[in-house]
């Protein structure tokens, strides 16, 4: 059974939905699983008519800030919000800044056949003053975590991950080197996932650059395609063989980010 699993930081859902650009989005593309991130709100303050879906909302105790949310066709067998309890104890991750473990970061759907995990990364912070939270906790953690879930069946996970891995990962990557999103430490947390056995599920189809999810405000950055991938959908290795479509939706405006998308035959 084929099916379409979507993931977009909207960048706030209440201006998407304001520009109508979100309807257009259901409209056009009419995914069997929408992962959003960077929701900033709670479930009712964001006008949205669709009954075809089961609405699953994780959001920041901070009004107003970061949040995830999950829309499904097909009711989950179990939705969680956020990473489970021992692993949180077990990674103190309170900094200056707060606790990511309250800004809803994380939702996790369980299907018949897979784990679809939904992830809103932290920021590293334009000092760099949170890429040891990143580096020695967040990362390292959330790992922790797909890896467990992986011991019951194959993990899909999905987000705005708040790095580019390699160099054709941005257009400019000589002048970013060590800045936020492409330091050593947040290149070698995504690296981690792949040695653990994920697959970036874009490059099973797509090599090189020009391939980007997230573009400035700034110098007309998005017609000019000078951007970033920060945006991924990472899968078990079970799942690789499955994976029938990666794609990435530029064409779709209302936010900083463009959704991403894979189609599973399972």
Known sequence: MKTT?????????????????????IEKYDPDILCLQETKAKQ????????????????ADKAGYSGTAVFSKTKPISVSNGLSEAIIKKYKMADNYGDPN????V???????????????????DDLSRVALRHKNWDSAF???????????????????????TEDDLARPKPNIGKKGFTDEEREGFQNFVDAGFIDTLRLFK???GYYTWWTHWANA????????????LVSNALKKHIKKAEI???QMGSDHCPISITLDI
Request: glycine share 6%; aromatic share 16%; charged share 25%.
């Open 5 to 25: 699993i979507y993931s977009w930081n909207v960048n706030g859902i209440r201006a998407v939905i304001r520009k109508e650009e979100f309807q257009k989005f």
């Open 44 to 59: 009712g303050q964001a006008e949205i008519d669709l009954p075809q879906y089961t609405e699953y909302w994780n959001s």
């Open 102 to 105: 309250t800004e809803g970061r």
């Open 107 to 125: 939702i996790t759907a369980e299907y018949d056949k897979f784990f679809v995990v939904t992830v809103y990364t932290p920021n590293a912070k």
């Open 143 to 165: 790992l922790e975590y797909c890896k467990q879930l992986e011991k019951t069946k194959p993990v899909v996970f999905c987000g705005d991950l708040n790095v580019a891995h």
């Open 207 to 209: 090599k090189g650059n």
């Open 222 to 233: 998005r017609a000019n395609n000078v951007g970033w991938r920060i945006d991924y959908f």
């Open 249 to 251: 939706h530029a064409e």
